[in-house]
């Protein structure tokens, strides 16, 4: 009955917009309205004038007077939504929120009468120049448009904030049950916590660990209401199915799976199926791990039951909460700080559907870094009884464990009449089935491969810098590598999560690639693979050096005459397409009155860079790519035994190793030779570690460089043109991990 009132108030809202739209002298920011006479009464009960976006709206959950996100406090006397929940369950609520009533602006002041989201509940002086929002871990989102309105209700209420900070309070070891601690709820649908990663902390994010921080999807659609329609809600999966071909239905956007999401995410060893699966597959797998801690660990049962309080004692033990454990007495209390993380980033993932398409990286990595937490808590017997989904569906229906409300109303969908469940009609369902996996965790993957790895240093090493420049933007933005190609020069970028399909392929709909016809190599050489493709790989993968930068930094300085203006010259990392090219590359430094390989030809069919490593993944298929000629070869490390020519390339007269293991060798007997001529003809001992500068002084002469001299001040600055030769070599042999090849 309290929503009686919202008819006339509906009526008033109407009027007040036409008599805008007649009066030219006022404005009302956001909407546009047109006044016409109406053929059709329409189902509010008035028909005189047309609201904007009315049938849109109508339709949508916000203007859902019967749903509980509004009438859940209908009972209450008096019948009002409280002030923990009226910002966001009530209009009034809402602008009280916003200050729009004369209270404090970013709070709610006083409990507000109940009614859904109408136009002025976004539509308001204040909404339409919003630009930032606070989320519930006090970090500030700045930069918003219109979907800053969207991320003040879909942001959560709880952060990865909010459990760390219980932890604290707790001052309890990981396994120890926290006194009086209840489960940490996010609410529902807290797609822009989602959406911002890192950036929001919605998840709770493990020490030590690297998040993905906002998701970027494609220029056009990368906000609230570029992908949802923000009247009626819904997306337009015809304008998904532009660049996601085939995509149809929502259903069809639960099988997207892009050529830069190519881990085996869930071990399954399925790289086909949508990313949705891979996340639906691992988040089983945690809730099997938290119900196996919970009771191996802690002792105590748990359960999950989808409403509040969400976790409960299962007091039969039978994994499943019944009607009568599904009561507020029952409510799980034995939490550890291991256990209220991770149940809360398994619900964190659950209660965001769309978690797959708003953030799929964050999402697969919060839960990812759950198992792996709780899986160090759990012995080896433990674990060996963990299984994980399979791709089976057909086998879901012998019932043989508890599925979810959405899932078993799936799988009575796909019954056909005669009974039996075709796999044709159940793609949501692959991954509904659970079969015995003794090795999960070694399988799982975290992150996705190097060029998509977001969280890799790669591309988060000038996150505090908030830019990327010039001299590094070519290969470690998404936009650096076009405009480069497309200007011939470079400019500084603003950082990216690693490639994008624009930093290759002209459009996102044909996929073209950018032509480039050839390279210019640090030496200056002008090489080609010929193909387009690989050489845009060789753009990023030829290094930023080469002998003949050597040369020009030690200019006219005598071979053993100490120098410290020299300092050392970096190749920088896998410059793969240099050494493919060898001497007309002129790479690595090349001794006067010596002669060197040039361009290693391999097969016809191996030629280039992408017809060894996939494009995308950089995987190579080491079986259907190298066993023709190479037979018996089935992973990388069968690739590291073979040996393509006879010579004993390191004096060990052992010819049967791999040319992998004659090329470390040789590593080795240089780096005992730069470290010997460093001692007893500099003077100044020499250590390698493997971070920038790469070289320093070996203060404490013992061969080796610890964390304590690996710093900048301590940077071995004592070369001749001698030591700087050997030591660049050294590194170039060592930063193409596959040079062997």
């Known amino acids: 009955m309290q929503y009686r009132a919202f008819i006339p108030a509906l009526l008033v809202i109407g009027l007040f917009v036409a008599m805008i739209a007649l009066d030219g002298t006022s404005q009302a920011p956001g909407l546009t309205t047109t006044v016409s006479a109406q053929a059709e009464r329409i189902p509010f009960g008035f028909d005189t004038f047309r609201i904007p976006f009315f049938q849109e709206w109508v339709g949508s959950p916000h203007a859902d007077v019967t749903s509980r996100s509004f009438t859940n406090w209908s009972g209450n006397d008096p019948a009002v939504v409280p002030i923990s929940c009226a910002k966001c369950h009530s209009g009034d609520g809402y602008h009280d929120f916003l200050g729009l009533d004369g209270s404090e602006a970013g709070v709610v002041s006083e409990a507000a009468h109940p009614g859904v989201i109408t136009c002025v509940t976004c539509h308001n002086d204040v909404s339409v120049a919003q630009t930032e929002v606070l989320m519930p871990s006090g970090d500030m989102l700045t930069g918003l448009g219109r979907e800053a309105v969207c991320m003040e209700c879909h942001q959560g209420r709880q952060s990865g904030a909010s459990v760390a900070a219980a932890i604290e309070r707790s001052g309890v070891d990981h396994d120890a049950v926290m006194d009086a601690q209840g489960f940490l709820n996010i609410h529902y649908y807290a797609a822009a916590a989602t959406l911002y990663g890192s950036e929001a902390h919605g998840g709770f994010q493990y020490p030590g660990k690297r998040y993905e921080p906002r998701f970027e999807h494609v220029q056009g659609y990368a906000t609230c209401q570029s992908c949802h329609d923000p009247h009626s809600l819904q997306i337009d999966v015809v304008t998904c199915a532009t660049c996601h ?56 049962p748990i359960g999950y039951a989808d409403g509040h309080p969400y976790w409960f004692n299962d007091l039969d033990g039978d994994g499943m909460i019944s009607a009568d454990e599904w009561n507020r007495g029952n409510a799980y209390g034995s939490f550890t700080p291991r256990l209220l993380a991770a149940t809360y980033n398994y619900q964190v993932t659950k209660k965001d559907p769309g978690a797959y398409s708003h953030n799929p990286k964050y999402t697969i990595q919060l839960i990812y870094d759950s198992i792996e937490d709780l899986a160090n808590a759990l012995d080896a017997n433990v674990m060996a009884g963990i299984v994980r989904p399979g791709d089976e569906p057909a086998l879901a229906a012998s019932g043989g464990y508890d599925l979810d409300t959405a899932t078993s109303s799936l799988l009575a969908g796909a019954a056909r009449s005669n009974g039996m469940l075709h796999v044709s009609d159940m793609r949501q369902l692959r991954s509904a089935v659970q079969v015995a996996d003794f090795g999960v965790i070694e399988r799982l993957h975290r992150n996705d491969t190097g060029h998509f790895d977001g969280t890799s240093q790669s591309w988060r090493y000038w996150d505090a810098a908030g830019v990327v420049p010039a001299s590094c933007s070519t290969c470690h933005t998404a936009t650096g590598l076009e405009f480069f190609i497309r200007h011939g020069v470079q400019i500084a970028h603003e950082p990216s999560q690693g490639m994008a399909c624009l930093t290759c392929h002209t459009d996102e709909v044909e996929f073209g690639l950018i032509e480039l016809e050839n390279v210019t190599f640090p030496s200056g050489e002008v090489l080609s693979f010929g193909t387009s493709g690989d050489n845009m790989c060789a753009v990023c993968h030829m290094g930023r050096a080469s002998g003949d930068t050597v040369d020009q930094r030690i200019g006219a300085t005598g071979d053993d005459v100490i120098n410290d203006r020299l300092g050392f010259v970096n190749i920088h990392y896998f410059s793969s397409a240099a050494t493919r090219f060898g001497n007309e590359a002129r790479g690595g430094y090349q001794y006067a009155g010596q002669d060197y390989v ?37 992973t990388i490390a069968d690739i590291r035994d073979l040996r393509w020519f006879d010579g004993d390339f390191d004096g060990t007269g052992n010819l049967s190793i791999g040319t992998y293991y004659a090329i470390k060798n040789l590593q080795e007997m240089l780096y005992e030779a730069i470290q010997s001529h460093a001692r007893d003809e500099i003077g100044t001992p020499i250590g390698y570690f493997d971070a920038h500068p790469y070289f320093f002084i070996d203060t404490d002469g013992d061969g080796v460089i610890s964390r304590e001299e690996a710093v900048r001040p301590n940077l071995y600055n004592q070369f001749t043109p001698r030591l700087l030769r050997a030591a660049y070599n050294y590194q170039y042999a060592k930063k193409d991990t596959g040079s062997y090849a």
Request: proline share 1%; aromatic share 8%.
């Open 245 to 300: 071909i085939g995509v149809e239905t929502l259903a069809d956007l639960r099988d997207i799976r892009m050529p830069g999401s190519l881990a085996d995410f869930d071990g399954d060893g399925d790289v086909t199926t949508g990313i949705y699966y891979e996340i639906y597959n691992l988040r089983s797998l945690l809730f099997d791990l938290i119900q196996a801690y919970a009771s191996d660990v802690v002792g105590a």
């Open 598 to 634: 040039g361009f290693f030809e391999h097969d016809m069919d191996v030629m280039t860079c992408t017809q060894c490593h996939d494009a995308h993944s950089g995987r190579i298929d080491v079986v259907n790519s190298c066993s023709d000629c190479h037979s018996g070869v089935v």
